[in-house]
């Protein structure tokens, strides 16, 4: 049936009244962001800065709900199944990506279950060794490796944790055979290094700087595709060359909402972050915490969700680590 231009412009005006109905009631309450970690970690502190940041430029409360332990299961259970208005958002991170392949049953698909929003930033990776070491350069630690295969340890906090994976998609890459030998957490893993119990770490560089600028350890490379602010005499692994070459690591965050968030509310969120992380003093405060401010589409972050889930499934499976 065909439509008078009266009816066509009074559907149009109802459905822009209605959009923009839906976008000033939006959020109407405080919004919850769930973090899969600890309070005080870098994830926590990188949500509560966007959260802050998010608040002055919406009007409204945002709440940081920190749901620790189970590789992020939990976390990401909660907001699965919550409400799908915009309220409830999920502090999404590799992590994510890693318990995809990690485990045998999870309570939610990570790329079905969740519409992701924005990423918020990436944060470096690197091999460190005790100050006194012999290796001067990620060369010398490859050399020496390949000359005695299997004796070389390299630290790392749990099995199955973003480092433990980095070091062995490292491993593989550069064709050595060494040992990753899993810790309980970065303290013992500071430990061990400093104590000569083994002969290099893979860790994230923010909980390790004080150790680099104490001359406790030196950072041998990074694994990112740049090197890191702040510290530009440390290079990049890639710059090594060879099978290195295309070797880029990062742990990233993002923000993720339940899949069935309105689309209109999911852009304005994409749309309110993307101005939140492109401001000065939000970068600042991230640079802070050694991560590099960065936002992106909903569709770039999910094949960036996608491309890790692959990648790091198929680490999970050549290193024959049991799925729990």
Avoid at 26 to 48: E, N, Q, S, Y
Avoid at 144 to 154: E, F, H, Q, S, V
Avoid at 227 to 235: E, H, I, K, L, N
Wanted: glycine share 8%; proline share 6%; charged share 20%.
């Amino acid at each position: 049936m065909k439509l008078s231009r009266r009816q066509t412009l009074a559907a149009l005006l109802a459905a822009c009244t209605s959009t923009a109905f839906g976008q000033a009631r939006w959020p109407g309450k405080p919004i919850r962001i769930v973090v899969p970690f600890g309070a005080g970690g870098v994830a926590d502190l990188t949500a509560r800065a966007v959260g802050q940041k998010l608040s002055e430029q919406i009007g409204q409360g945002v709440i940081i709900d920190n749901r620790p332990g189970a590789g992020g299961v939990t976390a990401g259970d909660v907001v699965a199944h919550a409400e799908p208005d915009g309220t409830t958002l999920l502090l999404m991170s590799n992590g994510t990506a890693v318990s995809a392949g990690l485990f045998n049953k999870l309570p939610f698909d990570a790329q079905k279950d969740f519409a992701p929003i924005s990423l918020l930033g990436t944060f470096d990776i690197a091999v460190f060794v005790p100050e006194n070491s012999r290796y001067k350069t990620l060369g010398d630690l490859l050399a020496d490796a390949k000359a005695r295969p299997g004796k070389l340890n390299i630290a790392t906090i749990a099995v199955g944790s973003t480092q433990n994976l980095a070091a062995e998609l490292f491993k593989t890459t550069a064709g050595i055979d060494a040992q990753v030998v899993p810790f309980n957490g970065t303290p013992a893993v500071i430990t061990a290094l400093r104590g000569g119990t083994v002969d290099a770490a893979v860790e994230i560089l923010a909980p390790m700087k004080s150790q680099v600028t104490s001359k406790a350890v030196r950072a041998l490379a990074t694994f990112g595709q740049k090197r890191p602010a702040g510290m530009p005499d440390v290079p990049t692994a890639s710059e090594t060359g060879g099978a290195l070459q295309q070797l880029h690591i990062a742990s990233w965050n993002a923000l993720a909402a339940p899949a069935k968030t309105p689309r209109d509310v999911v852009v304005r969120l994409n749309r309110e972050l993307q101005a939140a992380l492109a401001s000065a003093d939000l970068k600042k405060k991230l640079a802070e915490l050694d991560v590099d401010a960065a936002s992106s589409t909903p569709e770039q972050l999910a094949g960036l969700l996608a491309s890790d889930i692959k990648r790091w499934s198929g680490v999970i499976e050549r290193a024959k680590i049991p799925k729990q």
